[in-house]
């Protein structure tokens, strides 16, 4: 199975601020790559797919990159709303397997 | 618009079965992949099944492979989960997704329905 590691497990960013979330597969992925935003208590909603695929309806301070086995999510300019828990998820073979998680608060 | 509405969910005694089920809505369900992801309580997202558009193919993680059977109504626009032999590590919120046509990606999810495995 393809081990997704992600980082880091939490982080805390002033309004504003541009961060990054990195996702690591153990093995080459080929982009296969998506990332979700999941707010308290709300089911999951897809922001990237196919590692750099802006989903329709995300705001354009979402971006991803990467490719191989390294890949990360960037949020420029934290908003109040984008607070919440951020996974990766490939789906590069079967069984598909999520990253661990990061908790994305404001400081 | 796309709508995914999970059921069945509820407390279960460890050993015993339980069904779920998805209606899909607002989008031509006969042509899409789908899928059931879990989250137990306060913990992470695990896949646990993927079905063709046909059914003839499912996929499994190796923790409920034989355990599980993910199917599929076309005609009634609906996605189905059972689950046998069920265990306390079982207990998580289960969702139904939406495979995306071009990638794997799910990019619908329902709401989500609680399966509790208790004595």
């Known amino acids: 199975d393809i081990q997704m590691t992600q980082s880091p497990a939490s982080l805390s960013a002033s309004l504003g601020e541009t961060i990054s979330i990195e996702c690591r597969a153990s093995?080459?992925?080929?982009?296969?790559l998506a990332w979700y935003q999941q707010k308290s208590g709300k089911s999951p909603q897809l922001l990237i797919y196919?590692?750099?695929r802006l989903q329709d309806g995300v705001p354009s301070r979402f971006s991803g990159s990467g490719s191989g086995t390294q890949y990360s999510l960037k949020i420029s300019g934290m908003q109040p709303e984008d607070e919440g828990d951020y996974f990766c998820?490939?789906?590069?073979?079967?069984?598909?397997?999520f990253g661990s998680g990061t908790k994305l608060e404001i400081k | 618009e796309v709508q995914l509405v999970e059921s069945g969910g509820g407390l279960v005694q460890p050993g015993r079965s339980l069904k779920l089920s998805c209606a899909a809505s607002g989008f031509t369900f006969s042509n899409y992949y789908m899928a059931w992801v879990r989250q137990a309580p306060k913990k992470g997202l695990e896949w646990v099944a993927t079905?063709?558009?046909?059914?003839?193919?499912?996929y499994y993680p190796d923790s409920v492979k034989g355990r599980f059977t993910i199917s599929r109504d076309n005609a009634k626009s609906s996605l189905y989960l059972q689950m046998n032999s069920l265990k306390s590590e079982d207990t998580a919120t289960y969702y139904c997704?939406?495979?995306?046509?071009?990638?794997?990606?799910?990019?619908?999810w329902g709401q989500g329905v609680m399966v509790t495995v208790s004595s």
């Open positions: 093995e080459d992925i080929y982009s296969n």
């Open positions: 196919a590692a750099n």
């Open positions: 997704a939406r495979h995306s046509l071009t990638t794997v990606a799910t990019d619908y």
């Open positions: 079905i063709s558009t046909s059914g003839s193919r499912t």
């Open positions: 998820l490939q789906g590069s073979k079967f069984p598909l397997t």
